[in-house]
Antibody
């Protein structure tokens, strides 16, 4: 069974930093692309970033480009999102999501339960 | 403002057929597959339809998808109370080099 467990969320001040982690199990992590997708309170889904299975291809939404960095450690079956220069509008539940293939833009087929990031002074 | 456009709400009575539309452009729906996700209240989204009209294992055949040009739609027949959820369409956008989602449609079963 595919399991994705996010951690690292919390309350941070505007301009601050936070690092999210996602622990994957139940599948061969190194063979799949991974994604971060967020959902602001009461709002819809917004794609944040994607990374291919071997980290060769990385994509970011314009809203986070230059501030967020996606990375993965295939030896640890883990996905990360380093978030810097956080803004109030970054407040959201952040979902770790598996891509359906190994490339950089495979569709999401499994989602974690999410971790809440709140940016507020 | 979402790149893909969905109606904010839809409703139907048990047993009815409901359709949810998703409108995009040539850079997303017009040139790539469409995907649909179901988000039940208080839970994470779940893949409901992939590559326009393919159902993942476990998704009832009451759910069907279609695409024509720069628009797509999700149909739910034999509506049931457990179908009450938010539904999102998604597609890869070649111009943005990223995934785009619709704003979501809240389905109410009356």
């Amino acid at each position: 069974e595919v399991q994705l467990v996010e951690s690292g969320g919390g309350l941070v001040k505007p301009g601050g930093s936070l690092r999210l982690s996602c622990a994957a199990s139940g599948f061969t992590f190194s063979s799949y692309s991974m994604n971060w997708v967020r959902q602001a309170p009461g709002k819809g889904l917004e794609w944040v970033s994607s990374i291919s299975s071997s980290s060769d291809y990385i994509y970011y939404a314009d809203s986070v480009k230059g501030r967020f960095t996606i990375s993965r450690d295939n030896a640890k079956n883990s996905l990360y999102l380093q978030m810097n220069s956080l803004r109030v509008e970054d407040t959201a539940v952040y979902y770790c999501a598996r891509g359906s293939g190994y490339g950089g833009y495979d569709y999401v087929d499994y989602w974690g339960q999410g971790t809440l990031v709140t940016v507020s002074s | 403002q979402s790149v893909l456009t969905q109606p904010p709400s839809a409703s139907g009575t048990p047993g009815q057929r409901v359709t949810i539309s998703c409108s995009g452009s040539s850079s997303n729906i017009g040139s790539n597959y469409v995907y649909w996700y179901q988000q039940l209240p208080g839970t994470a989204p779940k893949l409901l339809m992939y590559r326009n009209n393919q159902r993942p294992s476990g998704v009832p055949d009451r759910f069907s998808g279609s695409k024509s040009g720069t628009s797509a739609s999700l149909a739910i027949s034999g509506l049931r109370s457990e179908d009450e959820a938010d539904y999102y369409c998604a597609a890869w956008d070649d111009s943005l080099s990223g995934w785009v989602f619709g704003g979501g449609t809240k389905l109410t079963v009356l």
